[in-house]
């Protein structure tokens, strides 16, 4: 006799997020995003907490800072060489730990990125199959060159010196400049960031939509990830592909009606404000002499690692 | 597909930017004119909602998850002027806030992916859909459309990357910047862009869609023109 237990009880439960498949760990798609929308959350609160200490680039006015981030990030991509990125690394570095900012979080997040983004990514050029060079160090030699179409396979292949300063190069340049850019990131509260954008003349309308798109996202953050972990809480089995498809697209739609809605609440609340169209920024506080002592030193050290 | 610092030449960021700074002005002046006072909350409420579309992961086939782009379906939705300036927000905000992309190659990673990507998105659709107001083909034309503009904003960043050991060599001969050739380059990024990426550009602009034809047709840009934006 066949039972009345509905079918979805009868599915074998799935008891928790992260489940052992075959020794790799696999996290179904509401965990995954979860974890997204936690990291930035997390990141959020993480940079108005450090941005909010009392250490050396916190005190200075955030121009000063965008001007040196941009100078930098320019010196730091035409360089030619791997001693002055070392340099350059170094005084970030010493800077960093003026501003008392914790070392261990934030060369975790460069090392990780330089690692992906630098190191891994260049690699494959560090051969002589794409760099021609002096091979250092022979990996497999071939009975003979091979060609097919554009591309040419030499019969020893292997890293040359010419791949590793390349490889070196490029890594060196994402962990620059991701630490100058989470130095002023951390150092640096974002609605600051976004006004001290207006010295290189960004239009006001154009910062105050990224000061709002800012907070909407913070705002909207949550609410996703309060959608996922409903979501989780209230399933006993795992969800096909394609009811899972489903959910997420009813999500992002619903996401979109809310974004619509607040639109109009902010809109209304703008034009009860007495909003005329004319956006202007509050003016900034007046340099003070440890700004344009830092500015002065700033620039300074910019042309010396310049012009070494 | 962020293309970090470091990895193009000043020969080629600088030119994006200014590519990228001519579509901001010009995107920003069509929607003053179309929605008034309202388009600074408006284009603020586009760029948080297309930040939020790439926090969704979803299942593919073949047992993977993924997170889409969505530019494609913002341009669809909103328009691809709204498309320009809402994803350009959302890369900027990445670059400043979370380390997604280089400062240098802002101008880049945004021709890419909020000028060339709802462009190419938004022309595909309407080219697929033509006149035709079946739910099959537009479920097509939505898809192709992600997928597509997924793709050729993949290429266009090959060919920035690939141009790079032309272009940008010192004395020797030796790249400066990204070390591949063309012949690598667009290989490498169409073969992962062809799949799994573009599969998953595909089917969320395509479930999306579908989405909205079924609930609320009247909010979608690309079957009523700009009265969406308005209403």
């Known amino acids: 006799m066949a039972n009345k237990i509905p079918p979805f009880l009868l599915a074998p439960p799935t008891p928790c997020s992260i489940k052992q498949a075959k020794g790799k760990m696999r996290i179904p798609f509401l965990g995954r995003g979860i974890n997204r929308l936690a990291s930035v959350i997390r990141e959020g609160y993480a940079q108005w907490d450090f941005s909010s200490q009392n250490g050396f680039f916190q005190k200075i006015d955030a121009r000063v800072k965008i001007l040196f981030l941009l100078f930098f990030i320019l010196i730091v991509t035409l360089k030619r060489d791997v001693l002055p990125e070392t340099y350059i690394w170094v005084f970030v570095f010493v800077l960093t730990l003026l501003s008392r900012l914790s070392i261990a979080k934030i060369y975790k997040r460069v090392l990780l990125f330089g690692f992906l983004f630098g190191f891994l990514i260049a690699l494959p050029s560090a051969f002589n199959v794409i760099t021609k060079g002096d091979v250092v160090l022979p990996i497999a030699t071939l009975p003979r060159p091979y060609n097919f179409w554009i591309y040419h396979v030499p019969a020893e292949i292997g890293i040359t010196r010419e791949g590793i300063h390349g490889v070196a190069m490029l890594t060196m340049r994402v962990i620059n400049s991701l630490s100058l850019s989470f130095l002023i990131l951390y150092t640096t509260p974002f609605h600051e960031i976004v006004r001290a954008l207006k010295v290189l003349k960004v239009p006001d309308s154009f910062l105050i939509i990224i000061t709002l798109c800012y907070k909407y996202i913070f705002l909207l953050s949550k609410t996703v990830e309060d959608m996922h972990l409903a979501k989780r809480s209230r399933i006993v089995r795992e969800l096909s592909p394609t009811e899972a498809r489903e959910w997420v697209a009813g999500r992002i739609a619903f996401i979109f009606r809310k974004t619509r809605l607040r639109c109009e609440e902010v809109f209304k609340a703008m034009i009860g404000r007495g909003f005329s169209d004319t956006i202007r920024f509050c003016g900034f506080r007046k340099m003070r002499m440890l700004d344009w002592g830092t500015a002065v030193f700033l620039f300074l050290s910019g042309i010396f690692f310049l012009f070494i | ?231």
């Open chain 2, 1 to 231: 597909m962020h293309i970090p610092d470091g990895y193009l030449g000043p020969q080629t960021y600088i030119p994006l930017y200014g590519v990228s700074v001519g579509f901001w002005a010009i995107a920003q002046k069509k929607l003053k004119k179309q929605l008034s006072l309202k388009h600074v909350p408006y284009l603020a409420m586009a760029a948080a909602f297309s930040f939020l579309i790439m926090m969704f992961n979803v299942p593919i086939p073949g047992g993977t998850t993924g997170h889409a782009v969505g530019a494609g379906i913002i341009a669809i939705l909103l328009g691809p002027w709204t498309a320009v300036l809402a994803v350009s927000v959302v890369l900027i905000i990445q670059a400043l806030l979370f380390g997604d992309g280089g400062i240098t190659a802002v101008g880049a990673n945004c021709f890419n992916m909020a000028v060339a990507m709802p462009f190419v998105s938004y022309g595909v659709f309407k080219l697929i859909k033509g006149k035709a107001r079946g739910e099959v083909r537009l479920a097509v034309a939505a898809f192709l459309s992600g997928y597509l503009g997924l793709v050729v904003a993949a290429l266009l960043t090959a060919v920035e990357f690939g141009i790079q050991p032309l272009i940008a060599t010192g004395a020797d001969g030796r790249p400066l910047y990204a070390p591949y050739p063309l012949s690598v380059a667009i290989p490498a990024m169409a073969l992962e862009h062809l799949f799994p990426f573009g599969i998953v550009e595909g089917l969320v602009t395509m479930l999306l869609l579908k989405y909205f034809l079924k609930h609320e047709p009247d909010l979608v840009y690309g079957l009523s023109g700009p009265s969406a934006a308005k209403s």
